[in-house]
């Protein structure tokens, strides 16, 4: 503890060690193994072959790993003058995805920059993170119980919320919206008040299914009765619970599933990655990949616990919520307990876009720890 207080007395580079060395290498560690079990499994999807899923993969995966740990070690005031502007730029490009994106199974969610492929909305939960961390760390318990407070924060939630439906891509605009429900939460916000918000959602529920677009309707209607079409909307699910089923306690074997290596098993390297898995190594596989997942879950909430700040506590909540709620609507779709919705199980299945902002969020939660000793924009409320 002495060493590490000497260097930051010290040079800058010596700060920055400091910093390096306060990093939870142990979490990191973990980042690594998960982004290892996904490099296995894709190397199966591509049956057998680094290409076309498990390389290039790698190569974004070791690019945001230099990201994570450069992220991890900004300081909270850097953080806070850069949660703007990432959200100004995530809406933008959530209105330019509606204006020029790149349309692909019937949404337009991509946007095409320089040759890649970019899915704003991915950004735009990290941002909003960022931004509701920044905004209610300045703001007491005490004014949490006023609406007045509440409502600029529910703007910020409701605008992203709003483009990312027009899309439309409902499994990720209900992702933002909770995990922006749980910052109000953690922030301090009364139970009446969100009593008083949730009244309402039984009766939207009608109005909002009205309102989906007829594929939509389709997942719901395949949810509840896959078996009416089962070379049709239902032949996803019903793929995936057979190759569930057929990997029994203990697997097929590595590279010798017969959904997935035969080609029965749809976007095997993308949605239904963690289908793959199971089938291949079984229940004990697939109980280890949730272990690990939920291990990661859980590091995250404690990292946000052990801050000493509001900012960090908000923040390191933010993204770990983010991170369950990928983990629990990916495996709750493969399973069949939901609607399909295209939601990606992080570090594991393949995409850039989801890729590299899991990482960037796993390096603001890195850095909630570095900084977890920080008393930054802490408040005094009295009539606490």
Known sequence: MNFQKRLLRAEPNFQILAKLWQINWIYVVLICLLAAVGYGALYSAGGGTSRPFAEPQTIRFCFGLVMMLGVALMSPTVLV???????????LLLVAVLRMGHVGKGAERWLMIG?????????AKIALVLVLASWFHKVSYRDMGNPLYLIPPALMVLVPVGLVLKEPNLGTAVIIATVGASLFFAAGMRLWQIA???????FLTKIAYNHLHDYQKARVITFLHPENDPLGAGYNIIQSKIALGSGGMWGQGYLHGTQGQLNFLPEKQTDFIFTMIAEEWGYVGGAAVIGLLLVMILGGMLIAIRSRNQFGRLLGLGISMNFFLYCAVNLSMVMGAIPVGGVPLPLISYGGSAMLMVMFGFG???SAWVHRNSTFGETTDKDA
């Open 196 to 202: 008083l918000l949730a009244a309402p959602l039984p």
């Open 364 to 366: 603001l939660l890195l």
């Open 81 to 91: 003058r850069l949660a703007w502007p990432l959200y100004g730029l995530s809406l």
């Open 115 to 123: 040759g890649l492929q970019v899915q704003p909305s991915e950004l």
